[in-house]
């Protein structure tokens, strides 16, 4: 897996990047996702946001951004991936981020 050990000491990043990550219940690439991404928060590399689909919020993502299935990622804002997150496209968000 491309995942950052929780042992990885924290970097410093000049400026954080905000995830949302939209999820279902029930939902294993949802679970999949979070623990990913909470790796890479815990690594110093991301702000991350979890939004149920069923909040006011997450609703008005779902409208906006349209995703064919859960989890709906967002960076920055923008959409990232709908879906479960290829771990090659992880790999990728994680050097741009590192360069920070």
Same mark, same amino acid.
């Given at each position: 897996?491309?995942?950052?050990?929780?042992?990885?000491?924290?970097?410093?990043?000049?400026?954080?990047?905000?995830?949302?990550?939209?999820?279902?219940?029930? *939902? $294993?690439? *949802?679970?999949?996702? $979070?623990?990913?991404?909470?790796?890479?928060? =815990?690594? #110093?590399?991301?702000?991350?946001?979890?939004?149920?689909?069923? /909040?006011?919020?997450?609703?008005?993502?779902?409208?906006?951004? =349209?995703?064919? /299935?859960?989890?709906?990622?967002?960076?920055?804002?923008?959409?990232?991936?709908?879906?479960?997150?290829? =771990? #090659?496209?992880?790999? =990728?968000?994680?050097?741009?981020? #590192?360069?920070?």
């Amino acid at each position: 897996m491309n995942e950052i050990p929780a042992s990885a000491p924290p970097t410093a990043p000049t400026e954080v990047v905000n995830v949302t990550l939209v999820t279902t219940p029930a *939902c $294993h690439f *949802c679970d999949d996702a $979070h623990q990913r991404l909470h790796a890479l928060e =815990r690594a #110093g590399l991301l702000r991350l946001t979890a939004v149920p689909a069923e /909040s006011p919020q997450g609703e008005a993502l779902i409208a906006e951004h =349209r995703p064919g /299935s859960f989890p709906l990622t967002l960076v920055a804002g923008r959409y990232f991936h709908a879906g479960r997150i290829p =771990r #090659g496209k992880l790999a =990728r968000l994680v050097d741009r981020l #590192g360069a920070r």
